[in-house]
């Protein structure tokens, strides 16, 4: 584990090592290989964030896949405006397909909520969730996380693809605020 980091004005302490997080990636990715025996997973990677994680993701999902990119943000600094923004909106063909949305973290649930009605308008035959960070204490929705990584607590965490302004997205463990 490294050692405290700074990011423009704030300083970021080691929180999950690359081994915890490898640890989670693989579970995460034999639980979907069992739910989809007889079908090829779309997964979906919500962008910027989760470049990361669904790249380790993908590479330890052991069967046949499609892969596809969809952009979305909430967060300025380190706090969610509360409002999604899809700059593309959904351009995918995501008709009649199995998608499971890849996120880095799950906080309040907005960024989900919002992608899974988009999903649904446009014809997606099933959505199942990855995450592999979830902030338990503030997610309140009442859409099931099939996949979920680690729990963490309410703190805001940087690194393996999640950012501070930008910064912070090619550490290799993930770090919380000092
Ligand atoms: P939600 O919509 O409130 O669930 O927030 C999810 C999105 O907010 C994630 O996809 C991230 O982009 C961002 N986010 C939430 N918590 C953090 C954090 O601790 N660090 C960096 N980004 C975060």
Do not use: W
Request: glycine letters at 8%; a neutral charge; one cysteine or more.
């Amino acid at each position: 584990m490294g050692q405290l980091v700074t990011l423009h004005d704030k300083q970021f302490k080691p929180y999950l090592s690359e081994q915890q997080i490898a640890q989670a990636v693989n579970k995460m990715a034999k639980q979907i290989e069992n739910d989809f025996k007889n079908e090829t997973p779309y997964f979906l990677v919500v962008l910027n964030g989760a470049f990361m994680f669904a790249s380790d993701l993908v590479k330890a999902f052991g069967k046949q896949c499609e892969v596809a990119f969809i952009k979305a943000s909430s967060y300025q600094g380190t706090k969610s405006t509360g409002h999604v923004h899809l700059p593309d909106g959904i351009t995918q063909d995501v008709k009649n397909k199995q998608v499971v949305l890849i996120e880095d973290i799950v906080e309040t649930g907005t960024t989900i909520e919002t992608l899974l009605a988009e999903l649904k308008a446009a014809g997606a035959a099933g959505v199942r969730i990855a995450s592999l960070l979830i902030k338990k204490e503030l997610y309140h929705k009442p859409f099931p996380i099939h996949y979920s990584g680690i729990s963490i607590s309410n703190a805001f965490v940087v690194g393996y693809g999640l950012d501070y302004n930008g910064l912070g997205r090619n550490l290799k463990e993930i770090y919380v605020l000092a």
